[in-house]
């Protein structure tokens, strides 16, 4: 039985998908299994997969009608047979020791998780640049409260793509339930991520960038319209759910969830109303406002401990003053550029 299973959703990806592929197969560890989950490509890309298959008995290939991205990795786990699950996008790229650098993670923590760092790279594979540590020491065996508290409150391990896990310390069935998702296309991850670690027991960061992470400027994730932002709030949604079934159903981790929801809430308004007009912003809140989470906690915030900023937006958006809204987060995004609010 292979020790990997490296799982891979292609939609459209015809530019990229054989040289990630090719970053996988060219790996220094080579006990691992491919299984590639075409979600109903109208490019070449199934056709491609299908021949990288007939190339090399590793790489398995999954034909579907187009579901979206939760659906495709959800087809591409139940495939899985391998030891750790890792999951990759169709245009990205693996450092040739990724495996065998977690291998020997593994082999000698006996850990549940292993989590790396990314590099950032430009759509010819320039390298562009990484964040900074996730962590405070590398090869260190972090319990995996101090991974979920870091999860709800930092955003550092919602990305799928950043980790290998033990796969029989995933809840499959919950998995399976997230095929029900299909009205958001961005921030599934994050609760499929949660998923994946909220059983695991510990966790080693390996603070090296071996994936390597391709930046296209015409992505959801790069471009703010109102279906990102709503779809952000929807995932927290269902994450707010999926902690209520699990043993973080604690006030303190729901509380850390809930905070987390405002501060992303309120600062994707303020790039909304930077972006477009106030009829925009106004759309935008009023399908945020129908979610459970926004109802259960929109009176709790003031004990949220949030920056005297967002306190403000808060006000703001609590009194429907959305022209005051509007115009202080246009002022405020022009003065302070990219660099978030604080």
Same mark, same amino acid.
């Given at each position: 039985?292979?020790?990997?299973?490296?799982?891979?959703?292609?939609?459209?990806?015809?530019?990229?998908?054989?040289?990630?592929?090719?970053?996988?197969?060219?790996?220094?560890?080579?006990?691992?299994?491919?299984?590639?989950?075409?979600?109903?490509?109208?490019? *070449?890309?199934?056709?491609?997969?299908?021949?990288? =298959?007939?190339?090399?008995?590793?790489?398995?290939?999954? /034909? !579907?009608?187009?579901?979206?991205? +939760?659906?495709?990795?959800?087809? +591409?786990?139940?495939?899985?047979?391998?030891? #750790?699950?890792?999951?990759?996008?169709?245009?990205?790229?693996?450092?040739?020791?990724?495996?065998?650098?977690?291998?020997?993670?593994? *082999?000698? /923590?006996?850990?549940?998780?292993?989590?790396?760092?990314?590099? #950032?790279?430009?759509? $010819?594979?320039?390298?562009?640049?990484?964040?900074?540590?996730?962590?405070?020491?590398?090869?260190?065996?972090?319990?995996?409260?101090?991974?979920?508290?870091?999860?709800?409150?930092?955003?550092?391990?919602? =990305?799928?793509?950043?980790?290998?896990?033990?796969?029989?310390?995933?809840?499959?069935?919950?998995?399976?339930?997230? &095929?029900?998702?299909?009205?958001?296309?961005?921030?599934?991850?994050?609760?499929?991520?949660?998923?994946?670690?909220?059983?695991? $027991?510990?966790?080693?960061?390996?603070?090296?960038?071996?994936?390597? #992470?391709?930046?296209?400027?015409? &992505?959801?994730?790069?471009?703010?319209?109102?279906?990102?932002?709503?779809?952000?709030?929807? +995932?927290?949604?269902?994450?707010?759910?999926?902690?209520? !079934? &699990?043993?973080?159903?604690?006030?303190?981790?729901?509380?850390?969830?809930?905070?987390?929801?405002?501060?992303?809430?309120?600062?994707?308004?303020?790039?909304?109303? +930077?972006?477009?007009?106030? $009829?925009?912003? $106004?759309?935008?809140?009023?399908?945020?406002?129908?979610?459970?989470?926004?109802?259960?906690?929109?009176?709790?915030?003031?004990?949220?401990?949030? &920056?005297?900023?967002?306190?403000?937006?808060?006000?703001?958006?609590?009194?429907?003053?959305?022209?005051?809204?509007?115009?202080?987060?246009?002022?405020?995004?022009?003065?302070?550029?990219?660099?978030?609010?604080?």
């Amino acid at each position: 039985m292979a020790v990997f299973s490296v799982l891979i959703p292609v939609y459209n990806s015809e530019k990229y998908i054989q040289e990630c592929v090719r970053s996988v197969l060219d790996q220094t560890f080579q006990n691992f299994e491919i299984i590639l989950a075409d979600d109903g490509s109208t490019d *070449e890309s199934g056709k491609i997969c299908d021949q990288l =298959s007939s190339c090399d008995k590793r790489i398995t290939v999954i /034909h !579907q009608k187009n579901q979206g991205p +939760a659906v495709a990795r959800i087809a +591409a786990f139940q495939k899985a047979r391998g030891d #750790y699950v890792i999951y990759m996008d169709s245009d990205d790229l693996w450092d040739k020791q990724l495996l065998e650098k977690i291998q020997a993670i593994i *082999e000698k /923590h006996d850990c549940d998780i292993v989590t790396f760092r990314w590099r #950032y790279i430009d759509l $010819k594979g320039k390298y562009l640049g990484e964040l900074p540590p996730a962590y405070p020491r590398e090869n260190v065996v972090y319990d995996i409260r101090s991974v979920i508290i870091k999860f709800l409150t930092e955003e550092v391990e919602n =990305s799928l793509c950043k980790r290998a896990v033990r796969r029989n310390r995933i809840d499959c069935s919950q998995i399976a339930s997230l &095929s029900g998702i299909k009205d958001i296309y961005l921030g599934e991850d994050m609760v499929q991520s949660f998923i994946m670690i909220k059983d695991c $027991k510990n966790m080693v960061y390996l603070d090296q960038s071996l994936y390597y #992470y391709r930046v296209n400027p015409h &992505s959801l994730t790069h471009n703010l319209d109102i279906k990102p932002t709503i779809d952000i709030a929807k +995932a927290r949604q269902y994450l707010h759910i999926i902690i209520r !079934q &699990s043993k973080f159903n604690q006030p303190e981790y729901r509380k850390m969830l809930e905070k987390s929801f405002w501060e992303r809430y309120l600062t994707d308004l303020v790039n909304v109303a +930077a972006l477009y007009d106030i $009829k925009t912003l $106004k759309k935008t809140v009023h399908e945020i406002k129908k979610l459970d989470i926004y109802k259960s906690t929109k009176k709790k915030v003031r004990g949220y401990s949030l &920056s005297l900023k967002r306190k403000m937006l808060y006000f703001l958006e609590q009194s429907e003053w959305w022209t005051c809204f509007w115009l202080l987060a246009r002022i405020y995004k022009r003065l302070i550029g990219n660099r978030g609010i604080g």
